[in-house]
């Protein structure tokens, strides 16, 4: 039987890169919407599991995604409520990767660290959907976690938003000025740069001074890089005596999780991967590869 994605994607255009990962985990058809809203969500999903029998259901698919995490997240929610046993399917949410790249990022850190209960992690510009995902997953890990964002109401907005979503608590600081990173990084054993496309967070001399600093891992792909001094390409590199990972070190592991998870999806029809099923599909995925790099 064919394997079917439906593809419920927030924004106009569905995404051709969510399309070309799904066809290369195995989806044999996709079926795409862009633009979807709350409202259209049930007719869809509806249009899934009334079409073929229960037995047969775990060969359909709903993959959630496009640039709006909150979106996501609504439409999420609403094809959940359209599923009733034994008519349901399993669902992946990664709007614009961010589950998969934090996932990536936290696991990456996870493998280097091992346990990271009481370690201090500041994420730069956490407030968009990567950093408040991989906010949420550290602090589940136990850190201590800490986010920045330009702007005092903006990060605590998203503060209060990953404490509501994963059920923890984590911290959030002000920063407008790299000048506030010598203080920002007292303790600190594990720098994410979080932040946009293109934009530099941290020059070099700022994370090389941190004398606790054990890993940097930047997610930022677009000159200039978010980390002065940690290289697009590094994957567990010793730098200055930091373990360093660029957004392709991180990238080339998310593309192999999102293909993992795609082709999870039709192995059940009553999977919901959302960030900490992603998680356990990535931590399932490290135990059956050689030893990675340590920090120091
Ligand atoms: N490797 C991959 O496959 C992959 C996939 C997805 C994303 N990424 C990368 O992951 C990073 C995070 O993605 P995202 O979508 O979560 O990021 P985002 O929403 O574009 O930006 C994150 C935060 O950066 C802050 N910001 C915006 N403009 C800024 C500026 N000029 N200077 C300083 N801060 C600024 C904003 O926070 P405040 O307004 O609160 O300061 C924003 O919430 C990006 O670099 C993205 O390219 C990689």
């Known amino acids: 039987m064919r394997k079917l994605l439906l593809q419920l994607d927030s924004s106009r255009m569905p ?27 049930r007719d869809l999903i509806h249009g899934c599991i ?30 959940q409520d359209a599923l009733f ?18 996932v990536a990022a936290v696991v990456k850190i996870e493998e280097a660290l091992g346990d990271l209960r009481g370690k201090k992690i500041l994420i730069l ?16 890990d136990g850190a201590d976690v800490t986010i920045t964002s330009r702007k005092p109401e903006q990060g605590d907005k998203a503060r209060q938003f990953i404490d509501a979503r994963f059920n923890i608590e984590v911290k959030a600081v002000a920063m407008n000025d790299p000048a506030r990173l010598p203080d920002l990084l007292d303790g600190v054993e594990i720098l994410l740069n979080s932040g946009p496309a293109g934009v530099q ?14 890993i940097a891992v930047d997610l930022n792909a677009v000159p200039p890089l978010g980390i002065e001094g940690v290289e697009v390409n590094d994957a567990g590199v010793q730098r200055n005596g930091v373990l360093a990972f660029g957004a392709f070190g991180v990238g080339n592991f998310k593309t192999k999780l999102h293909k993992a998870c795609v082709a999870k999806l039709f ?22 590869k050689p030893e990675p790099a340590k920090a120091r």
């Open 15 to 41: 995404s051709v890169f969510d399309q070309v990962v799904a066809y290369d985990a195995g989806a044999d058809a996709i079926m795409s919407y862009g633009g979807v809203t709350e409202g259209d969500v």
């Open 50 to 79: 009334f079409t073929r029998a229960p037995k047969d259901l775990h060969n359909t698919a709903v993959w959630i995604g496009g640039n709006n995490m909150t979106a996501g997240e609504q439409l999420l929610a609403m094809a």
């Open 85 to 102: 046993s034994p008519f349901c399917v399993s669902i992946m949410l990664d709007s614009n990767g961010s589950n998969t790249t934090a």
């Open 125 to 140: 510009a956490g407030t968009g959907p990567v950093g408040q995902r991989a906010a949420g997953l550290l602090a589940k």
């Open 201 to 214: 967070m941290v020059p070099k001399s700022a994370w090389t001074a941190a004398k606790s600093l054990k």
């Open 267 to 288: 192995t059940k029809n009553d999977l919901v991967l959302d960030a900490e099923a992603i998680a356990d599909v990535a931590r399932t995925m490290v135990k059956q």
